[in-house]
């Protein structure tokens, strides 16, 4: 019973997940369920055809029989005039019982004629009916695929365009632009490079420049003192 049970879950399960994977299919290729319901509809057509043509010979052959039994009655009813005009009594009682099963008969096969008749109707009408399905369905089917491919076109397009690699080419704008950036800024961390440098160098040449000056001044300074201890000696000595 379990097992039963499991195997009933399973089959719907499986059941279940064809219909969906059928049922994507169908999406992506509309003309598979367009076609499938038109040859569904043209199946029921032919089935509903042969239904409806029994129905046709029902009527027909209930009209025939119908037609048989009023000229059959026409018939009779000329040979019991006859017969009660000529007093054959005996022969006037047989066609007056023929006549009035006939009579019977015909009430009959009219109540069945019209039965018949508004079945064939019926069924003329539901033949004309679905075959309008059939015909409005081929239609719409044409319709809703120009559309598809139509929209399909279009989202490929669309596709391809966003797909131009416009992103890339903005991207690498911008990296070429990083790149400007960056070559400036390595030109002018160069020249701040080369200036600081020059700068030190001045520096370095000041530091080296003050003792050296210092040290002619120096120089300078002693010449002067000695120059001027010597004139003084040589008036004093003129002086003595």
């Known amino acids: 019973m379990a097992d039963n049970a499991i195997a009933s879950r399973l089959w719907n399960l499986w059941t279940g997940f064809m219909a969906l994977w059928v049922k994507d299919i169908e999406k992506d290729h509309p003309e598979i369920a367009y076609q499938n319901s038109i040859q569904s509809l043209t199946q029921k057509y032919a089935k509903l055809k042969l239904v409806s043509g029994s129905v046709l010979a029902r009527r027909m052959d209930i009209e025939s029989r119908l037609q048989a039994a009023r000229v059959e009655l026409t018939k009779v009813t000329g040979q019991l005039s006859a017969a009660v005009a000529t007093a054959q009594d005996d022969l006037a009682l047989v066609l007056i019982q023929k006549k009035n099963a006939l009579d019977e008969n015909i009430a009959s096969l009219e109540s069945d004629y019209t039965v018949a008749r508004a079945d064939a109707e019926t069924a003329k009408d539901n033949l004309l009916n679905l075959k309008a399905e059939i015909d409005s369905l081929k239609a719409e089917k044409d319709q809703m695929l120009a559309k598809f491919q139509s929209a399909s076109a279009r989202l490929q397009i669309q596709e391809q365009l966003d797909g131009l690699s416009v992103d890339a080419e903005v991207q690498a704008l911008a990296g070429v632009r990083e790149h400007i950036k960056a070559r400036v800024a390595e030109a002018q961390l160069g020249e701040e490079l080369r200036?600081?440098?020059?700068?030190?160098?001045?520096?370095?040449?000041?530091?080296?420049?003050?003792?050296?000056?210092?040290?002619?001044?120096?120089?300078?300074?002693?010449?002067?003192?000695?120059?001027?201890?010597?004139?003084?000696?040589?008036?004093?000595?003129?002086?003595?």
Do not use: C, F, N
Request: glycine share 10%; proline share 2%.
């Open 195 to 240: 200036s600081s440098d020059l700068d030190t160098r001045l520096k370095s040449l000041d530091r080296v420049a003050a003792p050296i000056a210092a040290r002619a001044q120096l120089e300078q300074m002693k010449k002067t003192h000695a120059a001027s201890l010597g004139v003084g000696d040589a008036g004093g000595g003129k002086t003595l």
